[in-house]
């Protein structure tokens, strides 16, 4: 059955229309931060340059640590948050498919070199996750990679946060399509859209691990979150299948773009 993302997290609560509201664990979340869950804003378009994010984790992070963590990350080496509450709650329960935590921090953005990836050419993008995450691909495709990489990469070491667009699995199955030559560019561009996977921020400078600042940790149940990020999952990779012909024909494949 279909999980609707809404409602699932209207449940945790005691009324969908009076908050602050009780979540299990007796946190409670202010009239804002309802807000961003019930999809009504954005939480990065509340408050200036500072602004409120969400780590989902099966731990308590009190003090990130600046260079630990798993390089072979979308973005890197960082600490990765989301501006949306919901999507930290599915992050702290997806591996494990336990109990997790929804760490919240204040961020003070102002004064810091900020990498907007929905800003640039996607092609920035799709290099990012070549070049940080790991496939196993036959050597042409390996080698396809590094030019692809060379071409159209960005060395982003000077800055201190990356945003952008988030690549679960399915995500990532799209990329390794395009990279492999069985979709051309304009269809993964189609694909992109799918699965309202969200946004991601990467906190990678030393700079920027000392703006973060924790303020409270919520309970992140399993029983309430798995769900909604298995169903999300689902829905993209669903939604790719469903893509129409149309959408991979007459567009420019990845040797193509190389020869450029």
Not at 148 to 157: A, I
Request: include cysteine; charged fraction near 25%.
């Amino acid at each position: 059955m279909r999980v609707n993302r809404q409602d699932a997290v209207r449940r945790l609560f005691e009324s969908a229309d009076a908050p602050p509201v009780k979540l299990l664990g007796g946190y409670k979340f202010n009239r804002d931060e309802w807000a961003i869950i019930m999809g009504r804003v954005e939480a990065k378009d509340l408050i200036g340059g500072r602004k409120v994010l969400y780590h989902g984790s099966p731990y308590v992070v009190e003090h990130p640590k600046f260079g630990v963590g798993n390089p072979a990350n979308d973005y890197g080496l960082g600490f990765y948050c989301a501006f949306d509450v919901g999507l930290a709650g599915e992050w702290a329960v997806h591996v494990t498919g336990l109990d997790g935590f929804i760490n919240q921090y204040e961020f003070e953005f102002n004064g810091l070199s900020i990498l907007d990836l929905d800003k640039l050419d996607a092609k920035i993008w799709i290099s990012l996750l070549l070049a940080n995450r790991r496939g196993k691909f036959a050597r042409v495709v390996r080698e396809r990679i590094s030019r692809f990489v060379d071409k159209f990469g960005m060395d982003t070491s000077d800055y201190d946060v990356i945003t952008g667009w988030r690549a679960n699995d399915a995500y990532f199955r799209y990329v390794s399509d395009f990279i492999q030559g069985l979709i051309p560019y304009e269809g993964l561009l189609e694909a992109m859209k799918l699965g309202n996977l969200g946004e991601l921020v990467c906190v990678k400078s030393e700079a920027a691990f000392d703006r973060l600042r924790f303020t409270r940790v919520a309970p992140a149940a399993a029983s309430a979150f798995l769900d909604l990020a298995i169903q999300r999952d689902l829905d993209a990779r669903e939604k790719y299948a469903a893509l129409s012909e149309s959408a991979f024909v007459g567009g420019a494949y990845v040797y193509e773009l190389l020869e450029v």
